[in-house]
């Protein structure tokens, strides 16, 4: 069964029981906490709080979904037989539909349609927080499995992603002494003082590894043998060492998926990530051309990925992934070639070491790493990342004392003011900017939706779903309509509302923020009373448009897959 297929009949056999399948989320959440997605149930956490109602949204309290997933975690194994960082995950949730019954079955008839035996599985053994799941144990043993092994929290116990939340025991499948499926069980809630109780609607939130089931199901040895790898493999000069093959077809995965979704090099954050890979793959290139006149291309890899991937992500954009990688490999050929002869003058390498050729070459730690071999023997991660920490801590305190040690008066993560003179313009702007959603679904359409929003002292930036170029003309009618709005000196007034009620009102809402059950309404309403822009949120916004200034658009830009980005200012 090639891998198409795999994920098409895991899709389906949800389906027919009563789940809707939901697209994969980008791989950059919405939610700031988080760096990268890292699991299919990420984009339905505030389904499992209970903060979004799943019939409302999806009609159905079950889903089902293949998410592109990303751990930075795991990037020091990656090379084996089972690690990676980009991967694909397979899930099915519910939010109050079905619990640890209907799970358990789904998973075993699911591997039995597969063709696959189920080697053992495990279950939460208890300790003296929460008891042995033996619900889990007894249904189990129900349908036939008789090796059940029992393990602890560290392995089978997930949650809370806070402090608080909900949580609960897992089971695993294992498949040829490998997990395949771990299966979560959110029944508990664990309060901020560490005390647990049942949760009233308990959930199931599954996550299964595309590329481990599919080792499992062609018969392979490891993940780089299945038609999800084996193509791109085969690409690279034979002459380099299998595990070199294996982090530059896992990290071309990554650059391709990461860039695709909007995120671009950078030394912080996503970007840093982004940056790590390609470097990585850059140096391997190097270190190979350097013995030989030339070295091996990688377009024709990429163009594999976009060829394996691109049937089911659409977003996959080759002529982008292309782009920034040979704008970073410019970049870093420059300095790489000095940063390898100062690694090599060194006689042993320490954290310090390793973060100064960071710094003043680019070398990012698992390069110096790959390179130095054993003169870095002793060299760990852990260590360079603290050392990383030690440099930005410093270099943080420098920037306060550059704007005389205030820090920020406002920052919500959307708007950010240092004083008060940048306070009145990033309110301006943030008004300014419900305005240009308002606008933009007056020219464009009622499925423009924000997908993100930032603002500083001078401008915008407003990102949105919609899937082409704006046309000159649409975009002077959107700035006009703004324009419009300010000219006419409207005010703008809020009401605090019950959020069901805020949302059935109209207003419009950040669908991935999380809301609370009182919510602000912000409306800048015409000369009648009616309201022009309507939205949740909680200020702060100018109390009349004509505070404002005049509207002007500086630039539109694609930020991935079906999104948009708009830099407005006022001037
Ligand atoms: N959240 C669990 C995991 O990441 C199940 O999806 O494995």
Known sequence: MNSQDIRKKFLKFFEDRGHTVVPSSPLIPDDPSVLLTTAGMQQFKPYFTGDADPIRDFNSKNTASVQKSFRTSDIDEV??????????MLGNFSFGGYFKEEAIKYAYDLMKEYGLEIDYVTVFGGDDITPKDEASERIWK???????????????????????????????????????????FNEYYRES??????????????????????????????????DLFSPIIELLPDELEEKQKRVIADHARGISFLVSDGVRPSNKEAGYVLRRLMRRVITHQYLYGEDRKDTFPLSPVFKKVVDIYGGFYDELDLEAVKDVFSEERDKFLKTLRRGIKELNNMESINAEKAFKLYESFGLPYEVTKEIAQDKAGKLNREDFEKAFDEHRAKSRAGQEAKFGGHGLILDTGELKARDKEELVKVTRLHTATHLLQASLRNTLGDDVRQAGSDITAKRLRFDFTFDRRLEDEELQEVEDWVNDKIERKLDVQFKELPYEEAIESGALYFEREKYPNTVKVYS????????????????????????????????????GAGVRRIRARLE
């Open 79 to 88: 090379g084996d037989k089972t690690h990676l960082t980009f991967f694909e």
């Open 142 to 184: 129900e349908i036939g499995i008789d090796d059940i092994r029992f393990e602890g929290r560290e392995d089978l116990f997930w949650g809370p992603t806070g402090n608080e939340g909900p949580c609960g025991p897992s089971t695993e499948v294992y498949i040829d002494g490998v997990e395949v499926w771990n299966i979560v």
């Open 193 to 226: 003082d560490g005390t647990y109780r049942k949760l009233k609607t308990p959930g199931v939130d599954t996550g299964m590894g595309l590329e481990r089931l599919t080792v499992a199901l062609q018969d392979k040895d490891n993940i780089f043998d299945t």
């Open 524 to 559: 800048v309403l015409d000369e009648d009373g009616k309201p022009v822009s309507k939205e949740l949120c909680g200020g702060p916004h100018v109390a009349n448009t004509s505070e404002m200034g005049k509207f002007k658009i500086i630039k539109q830009e694609s930020v």
